[in-house]
């Protein structure tokens, strides 16, 4: 009951800490040029911004990515989320289900989420590497997924007081999962980035969906420390993957990979870039957290709206009629990303 109370709290306190942080990273989106195409000959109105995700279509290729659940105030963050997921048609990831796998009073706010999008939404489960097979099917149960994402945060449980310090036997109990279940399994970061050397152990084990979830957004490290006061860890806030490199590294694994780039996404030309350098889907997660909560539904609404107006724009801007062809469009790259690329 202890162990529930606190894992309540936590999640209560991702979120205040979060909307605290202060720390700023970067993506290295910023070291991507992309060719304007003045002469595009398309009207905006031909601009497909549709694609097909884990089986089903989808209306925009963004996903609000992994955040809560678990107490009161993550339903009514889960149910405003998944109005909005219903709204423009695209999928959405709840956070970690581990408390729903103990306490039955949680059910619900994670339940919401499908019970606004509907059957035709697509509701993604999220658990821990940890997880058992047993888990993964019990979350996936409760939200009638259509996937599940396995979250890998060792930076995180490392500076977590409560954390994890064992990290042994993962990539094995992934294995099992994956082998397991009939639905996609999504291996995911949550903001320190996937290396390619990490990319292809996964991919050898039968994954085929990975979220980058690199460095640029969302920093858990900050977080994490803010919760404690026993050791100063801000000289390791600038630890991880940015989100840019993760992205182009995992990409160099297989074709057959689908992708998304989370970590950091907030614009819609961080949209773009992504899906140029070869992103599937990109993930939204402190961003729309931060317009909902300091802000209010109708301006995450605003928010999304936005987004979904400027991502048809820019591809037009490209010559992009589809989200497929996004990747035949001409970029170059500069700066630390050249370089780290060369390195
Ligand atoms: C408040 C908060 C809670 C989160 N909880 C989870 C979680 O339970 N499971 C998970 O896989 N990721 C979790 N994440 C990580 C996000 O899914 C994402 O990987 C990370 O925040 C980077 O994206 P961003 O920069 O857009 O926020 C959380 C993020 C935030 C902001």
Redesign the pocket.
Known sequence: MREDGLRKDRKKE??EY?LKSTYKSSTLFEDVFIEHNSLPELNLDEIDTTATFLGKKIQYPVLI????GGTDFSREINRSLSKLAKKYRIPM?V??QTIALRDKGSHDSFKVVRKNMGSEGIVIA?LSGHASLEDAKFAMDLLEADGI?I?L?PAQELVMKEGDRSFKGILKNIEDIVSNIEKPVIV????FGISKAVAKKLYDIGIRYI?V?GK???N?IEIEARRQDEIDFTDIYSWGIPTALSLIQCREISKDLTLIA????RTSVDILKALVLGANLV?????I?RVLVEGSYEEADKYLEGLCYKLKALMLLTGSKKIEELKKTPYRVKGDLKDLLEG
């Open positions: 991702h979120i979060y990515n992994a955040m809560t990831a956070g970690s999220n994402q979250h945060n995911k970061e949550v903001g979220d979830s640029g957004g969302t858990f989370s970590g950091g996404i993930g939204i997660s402190g961003m957290l």
